[in-house]
């Protein structure tokens, strides 16, 4: 147990660091990157469980084995990639590295949710005057949002835990992420700041506690979902 | 006396740009600040340092002030500061390289230089640098910098170690705390001193979490001290590249010494584990600032 219980840390933290500004860009970089892999995910998912695709389970294979790279491999050609479209010290870079790394789990998560939806509801709305978006939109995703909401959680996480790729693809102070924020800031050569480092880390699980605690409901509705089929 | 930083420059650059980059960067760090500002008439140039002393707390407003005198100094460069974790420099810098990015100017820690070097990033500095710069450094701090015959980096400071000392617990040992030992032969019988008094404290404290740098640094001058070596003191004893190499052996088969060799100085087992299972009674930086 601590031998003195102070504040200190929690007020260096958020006065003497740029941690504001690390936060703000963490919450919008893996926001929007979550946000679109969830779009890209269903819609996806629903290509592969509904629509008869030549060579389906190869690519579905494929779209696995991405997720089997380890992710320096991609890194480096992300970065030469990036770096061609003068894209690197941007959101756009960040954003678009994060789905990469979380659309193709997303998306054998989504077709194990859009399979569990049986086709004969649908076929009922478009019996009823929908059409195929139509049926999607009112029909599918409100019987899938458990699903939804566990795959935006697990590519919000992959991407708020991230070191190496926000510390790679930005080197401006004004771009970091809280994690190589974090480390630039506390963790010197010689020296590690644990208070400041410790007091960060509890401010920086916040907001995925309070995500968690609201939408433990779903995520557990939409895991079970995906692992029982039928 | 011994070498901790370099700074490097990149191969990628103009000769011209690396000249002026790496003549007036120097001029800057090594050599004194000049007093007058010159004027640019054109967009100044930009050169990119990748370093991590701009991003830490204890050395950023020293390197935050060099750089600043140093554009007052040359308005025509811009000096764009790429901030980089000490632990991730060389996988950074790498991953860079690759993507024909490399900053121009680096700096850099023991072993550093010749790793880039060898993915091509770094320029030999002989043609730029002035004779007069190389002939004031120790010839074996110059070598460090070498790789492949070119000359890639240079020193950029140079770092004294210390011991830091408990005041209270000298006194407490019966040891004037006004007169710090000055020889080993006097800290090694005042080491036995509080350890006899005193047999719960550790009395020596080093650093061994940065292994490398560990090996390099501290362990050779441990041993050096204990055999007698290394008695002037810019003779600071000094790991050979080949000891190097084989530092992360090294280190277990040190720890694991006999104690005739080591038990002098209470380093009988890994001075790591014993400082986490009781207080030091001396340690680096933040615990000695705690504990005076």
């Not at chain 2, 850099?108 to 091509?120: C, I, T, Y």
Request: positive net charge; charged residues 15%.
């Amino acid at each position: 147990m601590p031998r003195i219980w102070a504040l200190a840390a929690y007020r260096d933290v958020l006065a003497y660091s740029a941690f504001p500004t690390y936060f703000a860009n963490s919450v919008i970089v893996n926001v929007t990157a979550s946000l679109i892999t969830v779009l890209l995910a269903t819609l996806a998912g629903y290509s592969f469980s509904r629509f008869p695709i030549r060579g389906k389970s190869a690519l579905m294979l494929g779209i696995l084995a991405m997720q089997m790279f380890p992710s320096t491999v991609l890194l480096i050609a992300l970065y030469v990639l990036f770096r061609r479209f003068d894209l690197l010290n941007t959101y756009t870079a960040l954003i678009l590295s994060y789905i990469t790394h979380g659309l193709p789990f997303s998306v054998w998560m989504m077709r194990g949710f859009v399979d569990a939806v049986p086709i004969q509801i649908e076929e009922a709305a478009m019996i009823d005057g929908c059409r195929r978006s139509g049926a999607l939109s009112r029909v599918v995703v409100p019987t899938m949002l458990p699903g939804m909401v566990a795959v935006a959680l697990f590519a919000f996480l992959s991407g708020w835990n991230d070191l190496i790729w926000a510390l790679t693809l930005t080197t401006s102070p004004a771009m970091r992420l809280i994690p190589p924020g974090f480390v630039l800031t506390y963790v010197g050569q010689f020296e590690t700041y644990w208070n400041q480092l410790m007091a960060g880390s509890v401010m920086v699980s916040v907001p995925t506690i309070l995500v968690f605690m609201f939408l433990q409901r779903y995520l557990v509705q939409g895991l079970t979902a995906a692992a029982v089929k039928g | 006396m011994t070498r901790d930083s370099f700074s490097a420059v990149t191969g990628r650059a103009a000769a011209g740009r690396i000249a002026a980059g790496l003549a007036s960067f120097l001029a800057i760090l090594l050599f004194a600040m000049p007093s007058h500002a010159a004027s640019c008439s054109g967009m100044p140039k930009q050169i990119t340092f990748a370093n991590w002393a701009a991003a830490e707390t204890a050395t950023a407003a020293e390197v935050t002030t060099s750089v600043a005198a140093f554009e007052k100094a040359n308005p025509c460069i811009h000096v764009k500061m790429i901030a980089i974790p000490f632990a991730d420099m060389v996988s950074q810098l790498t991953v860079m390289t690759i993507g024909n990015n490399t900053p121009d100017v680096m700096e850099f820690s023991s072993g550093m230089p010749q790793a880039l070097a060898a993915e091509g990033a770094l320029a030999d500095l002989r043609p730029f640098v002035d004779k007069a710069l190389t002939s004031d450094i120790q010839p074996s701090m110059l070598q460090d910098g070498e790789a492949n015959g070119k000359l890639v980096a240079l020193p950029l400071s140079l770092t004294p170690h210390g011991f830091w000392y408990n005041k209270g617990l000298m006194k407490k040992a019966g040891l004037n705390p006004a007169d710090p030992p000055k020889t080993i032969s006097v800290l090694t019988h005042d080491i036995e001193l509080v350890k006899s008094k005193e047999p719960n404290v550790f009395p020596f404290a080093m650093m061994t979490s940065k292994g490398a740098y560990t090996v390099v640094v501290m362990w050779p001058w441990l041993l050096s001290a204990r055999s007698g070596a290394g008695k002037k003191s810019h003779e600071a004893p000094r790991c050979s590249r080949q000891a190097r190499d084989r530092g992360d052996h090294a280190r277990p088969a040190l720890v694991r010494a006999p104690p005739d060799r080591l038990d002098g100085l209470h380093v009988t087992q890994d001075p790591d584990r014993a400082v986490r299972r009781s207080r030091p009674a001396v340690a680096q930086d933040l615990g000695a600032r705690r504990l005076s």
